[in-house]
């Protein structure tokens, strides 16, 4: 029987075998070898989506801290303006209620001044002599209710312009 092996039919027989037998351990070895591979790839994928998950993670508490900040911030700033407002609104009551209580006094000391009463009419006064003043002293003065209303129009402007500053010089980036 092995002089039937080896006659040439045999002995080519018996290389195709060793030649497939050979072929068979060398595609098991490269089974193997890339199924190890595709095992490091699919760790390494692993590996990059958890980095990724991570990477979203820690971008959407950034981005909930940077909310959160921006929410304080805005609240913050809303205090130091309201803070602004009720200290100019009350700084421009007070100035207005001075106003008009030295207003008060003035008209007061006036009433008291006057020897004519407040019921007479007021008497036209002497031409002027020639080469005189054109008027007396006080005559070019605005009428106490006039000038009244110029200061507190005055105050009113002068506690814009503070507040206007001060809301100004408020940072809300801060």
């Known amino acids: 029987m092995i002089l039937r092996l080896l006659?040439?039919?045999?002995l080519a027989g018996l290389a195709a075998s060793l030649a497939l037998g050979l072929l068979l351990v060398l595609a098991h070895a490269e089974a193997r070898h890339w199924k190890k591979q595709s095992g490091q790839f699919e760790q390494l994928?692993?590996?990059?989506?958890?980095?990724l998950a991570g990477t979203v993670a820690?971008?959407?508490a950034a981005a909930d801290a940077a909310r959160?900040?921006?929410l304080a911030n805005a609240e913050r700033v809303?205090?130091?303006?309201?803070?602004i407002n009720e200290r100019t609104k009350d700084?421009?009551?007070k100035r207005i209620a001075d106003a008009r209580a030295a207003a008060q006094r003035l008209r007061a000391g006036a009433a008291e001044a006057d020897p004519r009463g407040r019921?007479?009419?007021p008497l036209p006064g002497l031409p002027a002599p020639a080469g005189g003043f054109a008027e007396a002293p006080g005559?070019?003065?605005?009428?106490q209710s006039d000038a009244l209303t110029a200061t507190e129009q005055a105050i009113q402007l002068d506690e814009l312009i503070k507040w206007v500053k001060a809301q100004a010089a408020l940072d809300p980036n801060r």
Do not use: C, K, T
């Open 7 to 10: 006659n040439p039919q045999g």
């Open 45 to 51: 994928y692993r590996d990059n989506q958890a980095a």
């Open 58 to 60: 820690n971008y959407r």
């Open 68 to 70: 959160a900040a921006d």
């Open 78 to 83: 809303a205090a130091e303006q309201r803070q």
């Open 91 to 93: 700084a421009f009551e």
């Open 119 to 121: 019921g007479d009419p």
């Open 139 to 143: 005559q070019n003065r605005l009428p």
